[in-house]
């Protein structure tokens, strides 16, 4: 382990160890994952040069009002205006309150010159941690997973620096526990400024948990230990920026956001936006920017028979069953939007549980 790390600078360190800590944030548990694999009324499309917007929901084409009309479109502007890359600033985000797969047709048979590529944002999954006292009181080895990763080697050398940020898309920050309080950048989703309330966010704790196994508070000897901040982290000098997951257009949107604007060393995904290829190019050419911006991916596999994808010989399929196995089933499949498919660089993790530790050699 030493000979490893001595070879590594704090910046590299840090995401190498990020990697294998997070093998302890994906466990197995049961999510009925929702019936409706889009999300509804948005759409992502790709404008010629030619049209122009008028207005918040208008443009100067008449075929175009006239289409959006009939699905009662309330918005139409930009999806990624803050991005440097000229191609994802020819996107466009479209909110309409009709029927998705009629609007989804008459783009395609009808604007097809004006409107290309129709991308439909699929809803996201999270894959949720074990709830955490200690790790659920596990007797006298509470924090077996830092055990297991060799941890304390580790922090003889370096235990992160604050001047690396990662930024972390999930579901349910709470920015006042004590074991994030210091650590959080910010109390709020720096894309769109809305505040954390882990209250009524989906899952509440399940982002907090995450945080704290990345960059959670950690006592050094001989300093007071603050009241409530029981557990520690690998990277705990480093700091958090938190984005509040949502659809697979958000995972990307704020992905991109942490990258160029935040400048996120390290974006952490432990949920997933579906189990199918985009053949539109808009989840690849994102994934490339923020790869080439020069900040590291590191996204869950999933949670195998209980969340995760599957190959049936046709598609990829989602698997939500922890009790037996399809018949059709031939090999797990990455998650999207953040899959290796799409980028060799995406750093994927899977999931282990309490067993003798492995020794890196």
Known sequence: MKTLINTLNSASFIKIYFLFSLLTVISFYHYSFAQTEYEHGILWVTIDDKVKTDGDSRTDQVRINRIFDRYNVYSFKQALPFTKEESLLKIYEILFNGDDTGFLQDIVDSLSGLLSKPYQSRISVPLYNPADTFWVFHSNDWMWHLKKIQADSAWDITRGDN?????????????????????????YDPYDSTFFDPISAWRPG?????????AGQTTDNNTLQPPGAYYCSIGYKTKLVGYQAGFSTQLLTKGLHASEVMKADILNLSCHGGCRLDTTGYERTIVKRILDNGTTIVASAGNGFCLGCYFNGIKDTLWTLCDSVPSNFQHFSPNFPFSPIYDSRIIIVSGTEKMTAYHII
Do not use: C, E, R, Y
């Not at 940020?165 to 910010?186: E, R, V, W």
């Open 206 to 214: 399940h982002a907090t948990t995450v945080a704290g196994f990345v």
């Open 163 to 187: 001047q690396i940020k990662i930024a972390i898309i999930n579901f349910g920050f709470d920015p006042s526990h004590p074991d994030l309080s210091t650590q959080l950048l910010n109390n």
